[in-house]
């Protein structure tokens, strides 16, 4: 075997463990005290309840496409529609949506990016992520 196709075989290891390891770590970091440990991270509004980690915002566009990364050319995961009001994980800077390049990470439903551009926050700032 050459030291080349042995260097390959480690690296491959060194992967495939990183991946076991970030796989079992994966449910103890989901928990993170935030839901009511039943495996709901309590972040949607279900029965009229809002979790007060979260900040909240309506939308303003009259659809408003949300997406798996904060740019527009990633996948459409779903769409929100005028004054939907959406919770707000966080914020991070993403690609500039007509002079605005904030991103919210949206966790109702699905976890989706919107731009901030058509999301007016209601009360505190999100925190950034």
Not at 52 to 66: I, K, P
Request: charged share 20%; aromatic share 8%.
């Amino acid at each position: 075997m050459s030291l080349r196709s042995s260097l390959i075989r480690l690296a491959t290891a060194a992967a495939v463990g990183v991946l076991v390891t970030s796989v079992a770590a994966g449910p103890a970091l989901a928990d993170d005290g935030w839901g009511d440990g039943d495996g709901d991270p309590g972040f949607g509004q279900e029965g009229g309840h809002h979790n007060d980690r979260l900040a909240r915002g309506v939308v303003t566009a009259e659809t408003l496409f949300l997406r798996s990364a904060p740019n527009r050319g990633s996948q459409v995961i779903r769409v929100a529609h005028r004054d939907d009001v959406v919770s707000i994980f966080c914020k991070t800077t993403g690609q500039s949506v007509q002079g605005d390049n904030l991103w919210y990470l949206l966790p109702d439903g699905t976890w989706a990016w919107g731009a901030a551009r058509y999301i007016d926050v209601i009360g505190r700032a999100p925190r950034w992520c």
